[in-house]
């Protein structure tokens, strides 16, 4: 089993898989990954600083398998339509992200 932290955009659904659980990765390089991604939406600067933060916010850790990991969006942001991401993702939105979601494969 594998640990990824999604990151998910607000603006058009795209997501982004980084390897390692939350801890692994520091607060200003999840925020450096969702910068990079928001400048192609051409936001103002508030609202780009407002989405940053909501999609480090809204970041969650999913613990998938080995197959399931390589179907992740790893090298790029990746649209709804060309993005595998476990169920539980979606589904965990509103809820508790302290836990990682464990993927039933």
Same mark, same amino acid.
């Given at each position: 089993?594998?640990?990824a932290?999604i990151?998910?955009?607000?603006?058009c659904?795209?997501?982004?898989?980084l /390897? $390692?659980?939350?801890d692994?990765? =520091? &607060?200003?390089? !999840? #925020?450096t990954?969702?910068?990079?991604?928001l /400048? $192609?939406?051409?936001?103002d600067? =508030? &609202?780009a600083? !407002? #989405?940053?933060?909501?999609?480090?916010?809204?970041a969650?850790?999913?613990?998938?398998?080995e197959?399931n990991?390589?179907r992740?969006?790893?090298?790029?942001?990746?649209?709804?339509?060309?993005?595998?991401?476990p169920?539980?993702?979606?589904?965990?939105?509103?809820?508790?992200?302290?836990?990682?979601?464990?993927?039933?494969?």
């Amino acid at each position: 089993m594998s640990r990824a932290v999604i990151l998910s955009c607000p603006m058009c659904g795209s997501a982004v898989a980084l /390897a $390692g659980t939350i801890d692994n990765h =520091s &607060k200003e390089e !999840l #925020r450096t990954k969702a910068k990079a991604h928001l /400048a $192609g939406h051409s936001l103002d600067e =508030s &609202k780009a600083a !407002l #989405r940053k933060h909501e999609v480090v916010a809204e970041a969650e850790e999913v613990i998938v398998s080995e197959a399931n990991f390589d179907r992740l969006p790893t090298a790029e942001w990746r649209p709804p339509a060309e993005t595998w991401l476990p169920d539980a993702v979606t589904a965990t939105r509103a809820t508790d992200r302290s836990q990682p979601v464990v993927t039933q494969d």
